[in-house]
């Protein structure tokens, strides 16, 4: 049985969401049991631990830590350490890492995470986006209520976001959260929260944290509301965000007040949103 939720409270439909009908893969599954297939489907998410063993998450943070240390020292020169969300001592975003670490390209198109994009997606599937977030420790910051879909409207609306924790996500250092069945409801509006980032709500009546062990991930539609608590701990929380989207998606643009999209973008820059399935088959990545 499907669980569809009305909105919370202060929440409302984006403008171009008004026709967005869920749409339910069938199968077959490569990788995903029954049940969680089924949970993701109801739920908008579904954690799968131990998808990486200890020398793959090693070489991930062995390839992420100086290029995030890049993005720590620049935000050093800018004022208050801040630029936009990231913060100096707080949270930091690093972009793009695929077109820098050739291991960030093949853990991209790792054959386990091909598959779950398979079973969730589809036969023809790109990856979208690439992003490592540490939460550091000196500065608690939750993050808010949000859908990945609501920082850029992306059509097909169901895109996947797998959340691959490289070192322990607890809700002590800031592990995902999420509001069950409201992806079914299609794209929400967003307002920006500064210095926090955009939100679609500020709470929800029912909220589930997904704590995950380093080499497991949350895998969640890109329609779940979601956010990560503070890290109120003395470590840095780690993690990668890979985002899969169908072939052919695209990007659409305008002010979402005045009507529809007045432009739209193909998701093809191929150095970064390469395919890793065609036809159902693995496509390894760009060398």
Known sequence: MSRELELPEGAALHPWSREFTWRTRSGPLRT???AQAKQFDRDGYVVLESVLDADEVAAAIAAIDPLEAEVDAYLGTRPDGRLTILERGAITFSIHLVMRSPVLRRLAAHPVIVAICHDLIGDDVNLYWDQAVYKKAEKPRRFPWHQDNGYTFVEPQQYLTCWLALTDATEENGCPWVV???HRRGTLAHRFVEPLGFECFEKAAEVVPAPVHAGGIVVFSSLTP??????VTAAVRKAYILQYAPAGATILEGDPTAGGPSATRPCDVPERQFPV???GHHVPPPE
């Open 32 to 34: 995903l049991t029954p």
């Open 180 to 182: 069950p069945g409201l």
């Open 226 to 231: 979601h956010l990560t608590g503070p890290n």
């Open 277 to 279: 399935l065609r036809g």
